[in-house]
């Protein structure tokens, strides 16, 4: 990850904000429609909702 974000968990490498993988960008992120998203990170949200996870876009 090239930024630092205070919710990130190093120890865990999960999301302490919401409760699970850090995917910046992702529904409920502070990144959340803040920034343009690598296509790296689209792909990463599209496995997110294969998974099941509601998004709120
Ligand atoms: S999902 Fe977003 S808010 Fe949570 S740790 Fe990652 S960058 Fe931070």
Redesign the pocket.
Known sequence: MTFS?K??DHDSGT????GGE?????PG???DGQVTLSDELKKRLEEFDGRGNKRND
């Open positions: 974000c919710n990130f999301c302490r904000k919401l850090c995917i910046p960008g992702r992120c502070v990144l």
